[in-house]
Protein backbone atom coordinates (compact mmCIF):
# COMPACT_ATOMS: atom_id res chain seq x y z
CA UNK A 1 0.00 0.00 0.00
CA UNK A 2 1.35 3.42 -1.23
CA UNK A 3 2.52 5.69 1.93
CA UNK A 4 3.43 9.32 2.14
CA UNK A 5 5.16 9.88 5.52
CA UNK A 6 3.38 7.01 7.12
CA UNK A 7 0.05 7.94 6.16
CA UNK A 8 -2.15 5.99 3.39
CA UNK A 9 -2.20 8.14 0.33
CA UNK A 10 -5.35 9.99 0.04
CA UNK A 11 -7.55 10.30 -3.17
CA UNK A 12 -6.33 13.91 -3.37
CA UNK A 13 -3.03 14.38 -2.46
CA UNK A 14 -1.35 15.05 -5.42
CA UNK A 15 -4.20 17.09 -7.00
CA UNK A 16 -4.06 21.40 -6.75
CA UNK A 17 -6.37 22.61 -3.53
CA UNK A 18 -9.44 24.19 -4.69
CA UNK A 19 -10.99 27.40 -3.21
CA UNK A 20 -13.88 24.87 -1.54
CA UNK A 21 -11.13 22.84 0.34
CA UNK A 22 -9.62 26.18 1.41
CA UNK A 23 -12.61 27.73 2.87
CA UNK A 24 -13.24 23.89 4.56
CA UNK A 25 -9.85 24.26 6.50
CA UNK A 26 -10.68 28.23 7.36
CA UNK A 27 -13.92 27.18 8.68
CA UNK A 28 -13.35 24.19 10.25
CA UNK A 29 -9.38 23.91 11.47
CA UNK A 30 -9.53 24.23 15.34
CA UNK A 31 -13.01 22.48 15.95
CA UNK A 32 -12.98 19.45 13.62
CA UNK A 33 -9.55 17.30 14.19
CA UNK A 34 -6.83 17.32 11.19
CA UNK A 35 -7.95 13.70 10.25
CA UNK A 36 -11.62 14.70 10.08
CA UNK A 37 -10.88 17.08 8.08
CA UNK A 38 -8.90 14.68 5.85
CA UNK A 39 -10.80 12.44 5.67
CA UNK A 40 -13.68 15.19 4.87
CA UNK A 41 -11.75 16.49 1.42
CA UNK A 42 -9.36 13.12 0.76
CA UNK A 43 -6.44 14.76 1.63
CA UNK A 44 -3.58 13.25 4.09
CA UNK A 45 -3.09 15.15 7.78
CA UNK A 46 0.08 16.81 7.02
CA UNK A 47 -1.46 18.27 3.84
CA UNK A 48 -3.75 19.61 6.16
CA UNK A 49 -1.76 21.22 7.92
CA UNK A 50 0.36 22.49 6.53
CA UNK A 51 -2.55 24.35 4.25
CA UNK A 52 -3.82 25.44 7.59
CA UNK A 53 -0.33 26.94 8.46
CA UNK A 54 -0.01 28.57 5.07
CA UNK A 55 -3.42 30.26 5.79
CA UNK A 56 -2.66 31.20 9.71
CA UNK A 57 -5.66 29.08 11.01
CA UNK A 58 -4.61 29.63 14.37
CA UNK A 59 -6.59 31.95 17.45
CA UNK A 60 -4.55 34.72 16.17
CA UNK A 61 -5.58 34.71 12.81
CA UNK A 62 -8.59 32.98 11.69
CA UNK A 63 -10.95 35.48 12.28
CA UNK A 64 -11.06 39.00 9.74
CA UNK A 65 -11.25 41.78 11.38
CA UNK A 66 -13.94 44.55 10.10
CA UNK A 67 -10.82 46.69 9.40
CA UNK A 68 -9.58 43.57 6.48
CA UNK A 69 -12.93 43.21 5.45
CA UNK A 70 -13.26 46.77 4.42
CA UNK A 71 -9.90 46.88 2.37
CA UNK A 72 -10.65 43.79 0.53
CA UNK A 73 -14.40 45.30 -0.30
CA UNK A 74 -12.62 48.73 -1.03
CA UNK A 75 -9.23 47.76 -2.60
CA UNK A 76 -9.93 44.17 -4.66
CA UNK A 77 -13.59 45.48 -5.66
CA UNK A 78 -11.49 48.78 -7.12
CA UNK A 79 -8.88 46.41 -9.34
CA UNK A 80 -5.72 46.46 -6.74
CA UNK A 81 -3.56 43.10 -7.40
CA UNK A 82 -2.76 40.59 -5.03
CA UNK A 83 0.83 41.76 -4.12
CA UNK A 84 -1.28 45.36 -3.35
CA UNK A 85 -3.24 43.00 -0.88
CA UNK A 86 -0.43 41.38 0.75
CA UNK A 87 0.82 44.85 1.49
CA UNK A 88 -2.20 45.81 3.22
CA UNK A 89 -2.76 42.65 4.71
CA UNK A 90 0.38 41.38 6.37
CA UNK A 91 -1.22 38.85 8.17
CA UNK A 92 -2.96 37.28 5.25
CA UNK A 93 -1.49 34.75 2.76
CA UNK A 94 -2.67 34.96 -1.32
CA UNK A 95 -4.82 31.64 -0.83
CA UNK A 96 -6.17 33.61 2.85
CA UNK A 97 -7.33 36.14 0.87
CA UNK A 98 -8.65 34.65 -2.28
CA UNK A 99 -10.51 32.32 -0.63
CA UNK A 100 -12.19 35.11 1.98
CA UNK A 101 -12.98 37.11 -1.13
CA UNK A 102 -14.90 34.04 -3.06
CA UNK A 103 -17.00 33.57 0.61
CA UNK A 104 -17.71 37.43 0.73
CA UNK A 105 -18.81 37.38 -2.95
CA UNK A 106 -16.75 40.35 -3.74
CA UNK A 107 -16.53 40.98 -7.66
CA UNK A 108 -14.15 43.37 -9.14
CA UNK A 109 -15.93 46.33 -10.81
CA UNK A 110 -15.28 46.57 -14.57
CA UNK A 111 -13.55 48.64 -16.18
CA UNK A 112 -15.92 51.69 -18.21
CA UNK A 113 -15.20 52.38 -21.49
CA UNK A 114 -14.84 56.15 -20.06
CA UNK A 115 -12.40 55.26 -17.90
CA UNK A 116 -10.55 53.66 -20.61
CA UNK A 117 -10.85 56.67 -22.39
CA UNK A 118 -9.44 58.58 -19.33
CA UNK A 119 -6.34 56.18 -19.34
CA UNK A 120 -5.52 56.50 -22.96
CA UNK A 121 -5.60 60.14 -22.86
CA UNK A 122 -3.10 60.78 -19.76
CA UNK A 123 -1.83 57.55 -18.43
CA UNK A 124 1.38 58.19 -20.15
CA UNK A 125 1.77 62.19 -19.54
CA UNK A 126 0.33 61.41 -15.57
CA UNK A 127 1.43 58.16 -14.76
CA UNK A 128 -0.47 56.80 -11.44
CA UNK A 129 -1.24 60.33 -10.86
CA UNK A 130 -4.00 60.11 -13.43
CA UNK A 131 -5.79 58.19 -10.24
CA UNK A 132 -7.28 61.88 -9.31
CA UNK A 133 -9.34 61.70 -12.92
CA UNK A 134 -10.64 58.18 -11.78
CA UNK A 135 -12.33 58.42 -8.29
CA UNK A 136 -12.92 54.82 -7.07
CA UNK A 137 -9.57 53.36 -8.68
CA UNK A 138 -6.51 52.13 -6.84
CA UNK A 139 -3.20 52.94 -7.77
CA UNK A 140 -2.32 48.87 -8.87
CA UNK A 141 -5.69 48.66 -10.38
CA UNK A 142 -4.92 51.89 -12.71
CA UNK A 143 -1.14 50.21 -13.42
CA UNK A 144 -2.46 46.96 -14.28
CA UNK A 145 -5.35 48.32 -16.47
CA UNK A 146 -2.77 50.32 -18.05
CA UNK A 147 -1.04 47.27 -18.78
CA UNK A 148 -3.48 45.86 -20.42
CA UNK A 149 -4.38 48.16 -22.63
CA UNK A 150 -0.63 48.38 -23.87
CA UNK A 151 0.35 51.85 -22.18
CA UNK A 152 3.57 51.54 -21.03
CA UNK A 153 5.13 54.48 -19.64
CA UNK A 154 9.19 54.76 -20.93
CA UNK A 155 11.52 54.62 -18.75
CA UNK A 156 13.26 58.42 -17.53
CA UNK A 157 15.42 59.60 -19.65
CA UNK A 158 18.29 61.53 -17.51
CA UNK A 159 18.48 65.40 -17.98
CA UNK A 160 21.55 66.02 -20.92
CA UNK A 161 24.26 68.97 -19.30
CA UNK A 162 22.24 70.96 -23.00
CA UNK A 163 19.45 70.52 -21.45
CA UNK A 164 20.13 71.92 -18.12
CA UNK A 165 22.12 74.60 -19.68
CA UNK A 166 19.17 75.36 -21.70
CA UNK A 167 16.26 75.18 -19.09
CA UNK A 168 18.22 77.61 -16.26
CA UNK A 169 19.07 80.26 -19.01
CA UNK A 170 14.65 80.06 -19.58
CA UNK A 171 13.57 78.73 -16.27
CA UNK A 172 11.76 82.34 -16.01
CA UNK A 173 9.51 81.43 -18.95
CA UNK A 174 5.71 80.02 -18.71
CA UNK A 175 5.80 76.61 -18.66
CA UNK A 176 3.78 76.11 -22.21
CA UNK A 177 6.45 78.75 -23.42
CA UNK A 178 9.38 76.28 -21.51
CA UNK A 179 7.77 73.38 -23.06
CA UNK A 180 8.32 74.13 -26.68
CA UNK A 181 12.21 73.98 -26.03
CA UNK A 182 11.79 70.38 -25.24
CA UNK A 183 9.68 68.52 -27.59
CA UNK A 184 10.82 65.30 -25.72
CA UNK A 185 9.81 66.08 -22.48
CA UNK A 186 6.25 65.75 -21.17
CA UNK A 187 5.51 69.27 -19.77
CA UNK A 188 5.37 67.39 -16.00
CA UNK A 189 9.22 66.43 -16.79
CA UNK A 190 9.23 69.94 -17.90
CA UNK A 191 7.53 71.33 -14.40
CA UNK A 192 9.84 68.90 -12.41
CA UNK A 193 13.07 69.33 -13.69
CA UNK A 194 12.34 73.18 -13.44
CA UNK A 195 11.68 72.83 -9.70
CA UNK A 196 14.61 70.56 -9.37
CA UNK A 197 16.91 73.45 -10.61
CA UNK A 198 15.24 76.17 -8.53
CA UNK A 199 15.72 73.75 -5.36
CA UNK A 200 19.31 73.67 -6.61
CA UNK A 201 19.64 77.14 -7.14
CA UNK A 202 18.13 77.56 -3.18
CA UNK A 203 15.75 79.59 -4.75
CA UNK A 204 11.81 78.91 -4.47
Known sequence: MNKERGEIVSRNSRTAWTIDE??????????????????????????VRSMANRLKCCAEYDLWSDAE??????????????????????????AG???????LGIIRRRWRE??????????????IATAVRLPGRTASAIRNQAYALGLYRPRRIKWSEEEWVLLEKNQHLDLSELHKLFPGRSPQAVCHARIRLKQSQGTD
Open 114 to 127: DENHILRKYYLLEG
Open 97 to 103: IRSKVDT
Open 22 to 47: IRVVEQHYGTLSVAEIGKLLGRTRSS
Open 69 to 94: VDILRTHYAAGADIGTLLAMLPRRTK
